[in-house]
């Protein structure tokens, strides 16, 4: 399983930006996809984006679709996301995801799907 290990969030205000890091140890990250998952107080785990192992394949949740831009360099064992024209509904902790057992969608918005997951970095967007 690789470790996982998010930077990047802060407070913003709205119509702001963030771009999310999720740095991964271990061999497997080049060979299997990556996830973004968001939860917000009193709600469930969120899917937001994923991207397959070669950068090309990329699903987004509906809520951020048009927003939100995942990537990923393989070079650098790293999933980035990119995060525009944020909204007081994006203020969440924001999880990246590592390990998943089935490629694809749409298994990758199943956060059981994935093995291995960050700590978690918040991001608060202000009104």
């Known amino acids: 399983q690789a470790q996982l290990v998010e930077s990047g969030g802060g407070l913003v205000q709205a119509g702001g930006s963030l771009k999310l890091s999720c740095v991964a140890s271990g061999r497997t990250f080049i060979t299997k996809g990556m996830a973004w998952f968001r939860r917000s107080p009193g709600k469930d785990r969120e899917f937001v984006a994923a991207?397959?192992?070669?950068?090309?394949?990329?699903v987004y949740g509906d809520s951020v679709k048009g927003r939100f831009t995942i990537s990923r360099d393989n070079a650098k064992n790293t999933a980035y996301l990119q995060m525009t024209s944020l909204n007081v509904e994006d203020t969440a902790v924001y999880y990246c995801a590592g390990d998943p057992s089935i490629e694809g969608d749409p298994h990758y918005r199943r956060p059981s799907n994935f093995d291995s997951w960050g700590q978690g970095t918040q991001v608060t967007v202000s009104s």
């Open positions: 991207i397959n192992r070669y950068g090309l394949g990329r």
